[in-house]
């Protein structure tokens, strides 16, 4: 283990940090797309911030999926669910 999560990391703190992310990103998509002039920087820019919301959107249902079953890591680490699913199922 390289490190271990913070307690006030739980799914649902993730969940919502993963839809922040998601209006981000499309905000980032609708400020590129008025203030960018070059068409191919644009579409980089575009391609790149188009994947990263795919990315957080994916990542919630994820997340939304795993709570339910209490199964839930980050980078091979356990991550707590609001009522403490990982406390009850390791006790």
Known sequence: MV???PDWMDTSFLEGASAVLLF???ALIIVTLITVR?????LV???LLGA?????FQ???HVEDCA???DCSVFGEDVPDDDGCIASAKA
């Open 59 to 61: 990542y919630r249902q």
């Open 45 to 47: 820019v575009l391609v």
């Open 68 to 70: 339910k079953t209490c």
């Open 52 to 56: 990263a919301a795919f990315g957080a």
């Open 38 to 42: 070059s068409l191919g920087t644009r």
């Open 3 to 5: 490190a271990a999560l």
């Open 24 to 26: 981000v990103a499309i």
